[in-house]
């Protein structure tokens, strides 16, 4: 398969994984990360720029991938995944418990917490375009200006949204079996919500999704975003990603001294 993968930056490693829009509006969040960090930002099997074998059915063959990719790396990274790539990161996490040092999921989806009868998320396939600004940014004005986008861009972003919909559609934005994996979680880990997040619709939906991981992953929610967080803030964000990595760092070096004793 080809897999399209960004690097950019120096310094210890992060994989960072974009969400439903690809990498069209990735580069000033992935500037910030790179003034600290080797940024490794692939693209997932399906968007333009990588293949889509047929044994890459789901999430999870998504995550079985990027396990091979971190494998290759001289360093365990960071892995820090925003919406639907919080979702594959939470995953790989699972899958390669030993192979990442730190997990960060920046409102992230991929398991259903309400009963059957509640919906966790909006519908993003019945919503227009204002529709959609409205629940994924605070501030409007932190939106994409659709109306400086190029036709490729139209079609990037239409090839992003048939992909989106071949992993997400069904079931929608969850694997049931997940939430019975994140236990396996064995880094430290963080969850990042916006305040102003209007796309899931569950009450404590992300203080319950980081119950679920390991031994219990930190909070933090963000009152001045939206859901994404990424393109709203991408400089806090860039902020919370050194603090935790140093938070990281100290707690490996303890463990690493304890060992020495």
């Known amino acids: 398969m080809t897999l399209e993968v960004l690097e950019q930056g120096d310094g210890p490693a992060l994989l960072f994984l974009h969400g ?11 500037e910030q ?14 968007w333009e720029g990588s293949t889509r074998p047929d044994h890459i059915e789901d999430v999870r063959d998504i995550a079985s991938v990027y396990v091979e990719l971190i494998e290759q ?30 997990l960060i999921l920046v409102s992230p989806v991929g398991v259903k917490l309400g009963d059957r009868e509640t919906r966790d998320f909006v519908d ?25 986008l190029t036709e490729a861009d139209y079609q990037y ?4 949204s048939e992909a989106t919909a071949r992993y997400c559609w069904k079931p929608y934005m969850h694997d049931p079996k997940l939430r019975h994996r ?11 919500n916006g305040g102003a997040d209007a796309f899931t619709l569950l009450s404590g939906y992300f203080d319950r999704y980081g119950a679920l991981i390991g031994s219990g992953a930190a909070r933090l929610e963000l009152p001045q975003a939206g ?10 964000l860039a902020r919370i990603v050194r603090e935790f990595a140093v ?15």
């Not at 990360?33 to 399906?46: G, M, N, S």
């Open 33 to 46: 990360l790179a003034a600290d960090f080797r940024v490794i930002a692939p693209t997932h099997p399906a």
């Open 182 to 192: 994140l236990r396996r979680v064995a880094v430290p880990s963080l969850v990042v």
């Open 73 to 102: 790396l001289d360093e365990p990274p960071i892995v820090l995944g925003c919406s639907l790539g919080g979702w594959i990161a939470a995953e790989l996490a699972v899958q390669a418990r030993d192979l990442i040092a730190g």
């Open 20 to 30: 439903e829009d690809g990498h069209a509006f990735t580069t000033p969040v992935i």
């Open 227 to 236: 859901r994404r967080i990424e393109e709203e803030e991408p400089a806090e």
């Open 124 to 148: 993003l396939w019945v919503l227009d375009f204002a529709d959609l600004i409205a629940i994924n940014y605070r501030d409007a004005s932190h939106a994409p200006d659709m109306t400086a």
């Open 247 to 261: 938070g990281v760092t100290n707690e490996s070096a303890a463990v690493a001294a304890g060992k020495g004793r």
């Open 157 to 160: 972003l239409a090839v992003a």
